[in-house]
């Protein structure tokens, strides 16, 4: 089945840059997604066709997909952005055609 | 503002079903497709299935065909999500989330927990 993969966790120091990748062979050839989720909330998305950011989030995050992977970049990063991470891509040709990356927990140090 | 409102936790046995409800407000209800996501505890997103509330058409993920069926109710906004042979495996919280056709999910509601437990 589709798989997209995220490393489980990545940590990272307020004020620094964290990147966490979505793998999977040819990804840039699809529009990728991405979700932040708070403990005990529902997702929220943060980035919408690649890179474009709906109104609200803040300019620090932003998005790339090339090739196999595709990435989604928080700089300056605060406290309030440790949560859960999750890429998402649609393909028509897929069961299902709706797909989540595995899942990043993103923790600030 | 949009919001999506769902229906509170449900503990159901195993073998039972369960429907959830969520009620849209603050858009056009036939204009987005509705979709069903599921997360299980400390797992990731799962989706479902999706229904067009203009025509009611579905469209399920094929490991729920012949379980999963999604309705709607254009006079309330509200589309609803029946799982059907509940077994330990189905709990989890379930999400309804607009979509952006055929893309992505816009706006999500804030999740119902059903828990199947003998």
């Known amino acids: 089945s589709y798989v997209l993969t995220q490393p489980p966790s990545v940590s990272v120091a307020p004020g620094k840059t964290a990147r966490i990748t979505c793998g999977r062979n040819?990804?840039?050839?699809?529009?990728v997604h991405w979700y932040q989720q708070k403990p005990g909330q529902a997702p929220v998305l943060v980035i919408y066709?690649?890179?474009d950011r709906p109104s609200g989030i803040p300019e620090r995050f932003s998005g790339s997909n090339s090739g196999n992977t595709a990435a989604l970049t928080i700089s300056r990063v605060e406290a309030g952005d440790e949560a859960d991470y999750y890429c998402?891509?649609?393909?028509?040709?897929?069961?299902?055609?709706?797909?989540f990356g595995t899942g990043t927990k993103v923790t600030v140090l | 503002q949009v919001q999506l409102v769902q229906s509170g936790a449900d503990v159901k046995k195993p073998g039972a079903s369960v429907k959830v409800s969520c009620k849209a407000s603050?858009?056009?209800?036939?204009?987005?497709?509705m979709h069903w996501v599921r997360q299980a505890p400390g797992q990731g997103l799962e989706w479902m299935g999706m229904?067009?509330?203009?025509?009611?058409?579905?469209t399920y993920a094929q490991k729920f065909q012949g379980r999963v069926t999604m309705t709607r109710d254009t006079s309330t906004s509200t589309v609803y999500m029946e799982l059907r042979s509940l077994r330990s495996e189905d709990t989890a919280v379930y999400y309804c989330?607009?979509?952006?056709?055929?893309?992505?999910?816009?706006?999500w509601g804030q999740g119902t927990l059903v828990t199947v437990s003998s």
């Open positions: 989330a607009r979509g952006v056709q055929p893309h992505f999910f816009d706006y």
């Open positions: 998402q891509v649609w393909d028509n040709s897929s069961d299902p055609p709706y797909v």
């Open positions: 040819n990804i840039g050839s699809k529009s």
């Open positions: 066709y690649d890179s």
């Open positions: 603050g858009y056009t209800f036939t204009s987005f497709y």
């Open positions: 229904i067009n509330p203009s025509d009611n058409s579905t």
